[in-house]
């Protein structure tokens, strides 16, 4: 039975499916910059989350957002919108700015041997659906409008704040009431309006003047659409907690008279000199500077995991090279055992499975690899067996038939839709595919029979 805690009823819950397929939504990145590696450990633990239940016999259908528009600079409803400021600053497009770090999020995912959602959905493709909710918000009584944009009123919801435990006299101590006009300090944006003095370039038509919407809008309007509500287990970092988190479980109590998700599950911070990391406070790193540092993602993997993930984790230069030698050691060991094929040890499988389904405590299932590789009673193959049934979970690429062999769903998607260009005579198109491909870090190679696929390692 795996066992998970749910930050709604501050208890490690038995996970009881609601139906055959787990339903899961994962917040998903912000795309004006690249990911740093704190953000990365949101979803190395989503990932570990999900390889578990796949572990443990379940199907999951797992849905990811991509911010691309109504993420402010600050919580408060205020400040520029993210991606329009790194557009700005970086004279390019918004929409180019989303699609370029997006590009860059999928391949650190990559790299990390993440397993990719099942459906990715941007903001900006769900405007219709977010506009529907906030509609159904206002009819039910729950919006008002200010200068700047329409708000939810917090004040209607018996129990907003569950989640975090906000009391209502006082909500979110410190919060300043930026906004004047809110009646209460929670009071969030659904919809913001474009501002006449700023040419904004992500803004669209809505039955309340033309505008965005609210960073806290797109997650209900899209695990709605593709998940159903109540779907099973929603995902983020602790920060969402208090705002992003509290806010959709408003919007959706309001809307659709039931919480979103029925467990609720949060990753604690990377913290950089005790201080979580984060992109406005400098000590900025991300994979491609560890790697410039021989730390390759991998082994920021292994690191991640040597932490329980409501644990918070102090990174430093030293940590990460210990966590390089001891992967690259790991590996070594490994490679060592006799080949051949071997049946898993039951008593290091169910030690294995005991520290994995006691809400995911990755720290134990390390150091069942570790005692396992040193037990001397038993012979190299089921060593070797073993751990690589337990590699499944861990994502370490610890055997030889490594993951990066098998292509992922979305390039195998491309290279028939090429497929089909080319069977149409629209040379134009398959190329562009092909170079999406490239993109991707897969060349396509035509044959006799059809296509290959294989990884680009130059
Ligand atoms: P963002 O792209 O800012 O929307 O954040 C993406 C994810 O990273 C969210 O789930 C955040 O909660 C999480 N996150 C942000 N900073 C950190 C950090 N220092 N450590 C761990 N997770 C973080
Ligand atoms: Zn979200």
Same mark, same amino acid.
């Given at each position: 039975?795996?066992?998970?805690?749910?930050?709604?009823?501050?208890?490690?819950?038995?996970?009881?499916?609601?139906? !055959?397929?787990?339903?899961?939504?994962?917040?998903?990145?912000?795309?004006?910059?690249?990911?740093?590696?704190?953000?990365?450990?949101?979803? /190395?633990?989503?990932?570990?989350?999900?390889?578990?239940?796949?572990?443990?016999?379940? !199907?999951?259908?797992?849905?990811?957002?991509?911010?691309?528009?109504?993420?402010?600079?600050?919580?408060?409803?205020?400040? =520029?919108?993210?991606?329009?400021?790194?557009?700005?600053?970086?004279?390019?497009?918004?929409?180019?700015?989303?699609?370029?770090?997006?590009?860059?999020?999928k391949k650190d995912l990559e790299d990390l041997n993440i397993i990719p959602p099942d459906v990715y959905v941007k903001a900006t493709e769900t405007i219709e659906e977010q506009i529907n909710l906030i509609k159904t918000l206002e009819k039910k009584g729950f919006t008002y409008q200010i200068k700047d944009g329409i708000y939810f009123d917090t004040s209607k919801l018996r129990d907003y704040g569950e989640l975090a435990n906000l009391k209502k006299v006082d909500l979110r101590p410190g919060a300043r009431v930026e906004i004047k006009e809110k009646k209460n300090p929670t009071d969030f944006a659904l919809w913001k309006f474009s501002k006449p003095e700023e040419k904004?370039?992500? =803004?669209?038509?809505?039955?309340?003047?033309?505008?965005?919407?609210?960073?806290?809008?797109?997650?209900?309007?899209?695990?709605?659409?593709?998940?159903?509500?109540?779907?099973?287990?929603?995902?983020?970092?602790?920060?969402?907690?208090?705002?992003?988190?509290?806010?959709?479980?408003?919007?959706?109590?309001?809307?659709?008279?039931?919480?979103?998700?029925? /467990?609720?599950?949060?990753?604690?911070?990377?913290?950089?000199?005790?201080?979580?990391?984060?992109?406005?406070?400098?000590?900025?790193?991300?994979?491609?500077?560890?790697?410039? =540092?021989?730390?390759?993602?991998?082994?920021?993997?292994?690191?991640?995991?040597?932490?329980?993930?409501?644990?918070?984790?102090?990174?430093?230069?030293?940590?990460?090279?210990?966590?390089?030698?001891?992967?690259?050691?790991?590996?070594?060991?490994?490679?060592?055992? =006799?080949?051949?094929?071997?049946?898993?040890?039951?008593?290091?499988?169910?030690?294995?499975?005991?520290?994995?389904?006691?809400?995911?405590?990755?720290?134990?299932?390390?150091?069942?690899?570790?005692?396992?590789? !040193?037990?001397?009673?038993?012979?190299?193959?089921?060593?070797?067996?073993?751990?690589?049934?337990?590699?499944?979970?861990?994502?370490?690429?610890?055997?030889?038939?490594?993951?990066?062999?098998?292509?992922?769903?979305?390039?195998?998607?491309?290279?028939?839709?090429?497929?089909?260009?080319?069977?149409?005579?629209?040379?134009?198109?398959?190329?562009?595919?092909?170079?999406?491909?490239?993109?991707?870090?897969?060349?396509?190679?035509?044959?006799?029979?059809?296509? !290959?696929?294989?990884?680009?390692?130059?």
């Amino acid at each position: 039975m795996v066992k998970l805690y749910n930050t709604l009823s501050k208890k490690k819950e038995d996970f009881k499916p609601l139906k !055959k397929e787990v339903g899961l939504y994962t917040c998903g990145p912000t795309v004006y910059d690249y990911a740093h590696i704190g953000n990365l450990r949101a979803y /190395i633990f989503e990932d570990i989350l999900k390889r578990t239940l796949y572990y443990n016999n379940y !199907k999951v259908k797992h849905v990811m957002n991509i911010t691309d528009v109504g993420h402010l600079t600050s919580d408060e409803d205020t400040g =520029e919108d993210k991606i329009e400021k790194s557009a700005k600053e970086k004279k390019k497009t918004a929409w180019d700015i989303a699609n370029y770090y997006t590009d860059a999020f999928k391949k650190d995912l990559e790299d990390l041997n993440i397993i990719p959602p099942d459906v990715y959905v941007k903001a900006t493709e769900t405007i219709e659906e977010q506009i529907n909710l906030i509609k159904t918000l206002e009819k039910k009584g729950f919006t008002y409008q200010i200068k700047d944009g329409i708000y939810f009123d917090t004040s209607k919801l018996r129990d907003y704040g569950e989640l975090a435990n906000l009391k209502k006299v006082d909500l979110r101590p410190g919060a300043r009431v930026e906004i004047k006009e809110k009646k209460n300090p929670t009071d969030f944006a659904l919809w913001k309006f474009s501002k006449p003095e700023e040419k904004r370039q992500m =803004e669209w038509n809505s039955p309340w003047g033309r505008g965005f919407p609210g960073w806290h809008t797109e997650c209900v309007a899209m695990s709605h659409k593709y998940l159903g509500i109540p779907f099973d287990i929603h995902c983020g970092g602790v920060d969402h907690i208090c705002v992003h988190h509290t806010n959709e479980i408003a919007q959706s109590k309001a809307a659709f008279g039931e919480n979103l998700s029925r /467990i609720w599950m949060h990753g604690e911070f990377l913290n950089l000199k005790d201080e979580k990391m984060s992109k406005s406070k400098g000590g900025f790193v991300t994979l491609n500077s560890l790697k410039k =540092e021989n730390i390759s993602p991998l082994s920021y993997r292994y690191l991640i995991l040597g932490t329980h993930y409501r644990s918070p984790v102090n990174f430093s230069k030293d940590s990460a090279e210990s966590a390089e030698s001891g992967l690259k050691n790991l590996q070594k060991r490994i490679s060592e055992l =006799e080949s051949g094929t071997g049946d898993v040890s039951p008593y290091y499988r169910e030690r294995f499975l005991n520290a994995i389904n006691d809400d995911l405590n990755t720290p134990k299932a390390l150091e069942t690899i570790w005692v396992l590789i !040193k037990d001397d009673s038993l012979s190299d193959k089921i060593k070797r067996a073993t751990v690589e049934s337990f590699d499944r979970v861990l994502g370490l690429k610890l055997k030889d038939d490594r993951p990066e062999k098998i292509i992922p769903k979305e390039i195998d998607v491309l290279a028939k839709e090429r497929e089909k260009a080319r069977q149409k005579k629209d040379f134009a198109k398959a190329d562009d595919i092909r170079e999406k491909i490239k993109k991707r870090g897969y060349l396509i190679e035509d044959v006799e029979s059809g296509y !290959k696929i294989k990884k680009n390692d130059q």
